[in-house]
Every structure is written in C-alpha cells, then in structure tokens.
C-alpha cells in the first residue's frame, strides 16, 4: 500500500510543482521545443544550480537542465522530474540580461534574466560559469552587458 501512496503523492508534487511557472513557457513554447530530437538537441548540456519563476515563486533546485544553442535555451527537467514538465526551447529574444555572479562560498555563476509576457511570467536562471563561453556566443542582443559583478 505504501508504494502506492508514495507515487500517487509524488505526482501530485510534480503537478503543482509544475504550476509553479513551468507549465505556462511550456505551453508557449512547445511547438519549438517539440521540433528538437526526442531525447533534446545536440550540444552541452548544463546543470542548473538554480532556477525560478516569477509567477508562482517556485525554485527549482538541481532540477533542471539546459542546453544553449543558435536558436535559444532549450529547458529539460532531468528524469525524477518530468512529469508535468515538458521540454521548452525558449528563444533568446526573451532574455533581458546575463550577468556574471561571484559567491562567496558558492562557486562563480551567471545569472539569466528572461521576461516575456504578463502570462507567462519571468524566469531567473543561474548557469555554471563554463557555460559563460556559449553564452557569449549565442546571446548578441547585449553581449556588452555579460560582465563579472554582484555577489550572489
């Protein structure tokens, strides 16, 4: 019976988990996302350390993963936590600023500021600091402002 009880209270979690935010970019930009391979595009892919949404205020911890490519950000949750979270390849023209973050005792990162619309909210992303290459190659509307500041 517990088994039972401990998947059908883990689907739950990930159901309203889901509508922390996530849901809503994956409606909007399913369409995109569903055009990539069934297993994601090709490139590197990256832990993400943290993750949130403005709408909702939920923060994903470890739980995503993304990979940075000509087209934009493409967000998979890694496999616990997929249900309710489909793929998203969110383009970079919803990204609003990159930031280079140093910690004091956590290690450099940078922070990925993405608004879009009053329905779908904003995301507040931190990458490792290895993928700051790809994301100077690939975000170009403000490449100037990809600089080292704040502390995080």
């Known amino acids: 019976m517990f088994p039972v009880i401990g998947v059908g209270l883990w689907v739950v979690v990930c159901f309203f988990v889901a509508r922390s935010g996530w849901e809503r970019f994956a409606r909007k930009y399913q369409a995109l996302g569903k055009k990539t391979i069934k ?3 090709l490139g590197t892919v990256h832990d993400v350390p943290k993750m949130g949404f403005r709408i909702g205020r939920g923060w994903y ?3 995503v993963r993304v990979i940075l ?3 934009g950000i493409y ?3 890694i496999l616990p936590f997929r249900l309710f979270h489909s793929p998203f390849l969110l383009p970079w023209s919803s990204v609003r600023s990159v930031e280079k973050r140093r ?3 956590v290690e450099d990162r940078y922070q990925v500021e ?3 619309d ?3 909210g904003s995301i507040e992303l931190y990458l490792p600091a290895e993928a700051g290459e790809e994301l100077q190659k690939y975000w ?3 490449p100037e402002s990809v600089s080292a500041g704040g502390k995080d």
């Open 140 to 142: 170009l509307p403000q």
């Open 69 to 71: 490519m000509e087209e």
């Open 114 to 116: 993405v608004v879009d």
């Open 61 to 63: 911890r470890y739980m």
């Open 75 to 77: 967000f998979r949750a």
């Open 118 to 120: 009053e329905d779908t």
């Open 39 to 41: 297993l994601g595009p």
């Open 103 to 105: 910690g004091y005792f």
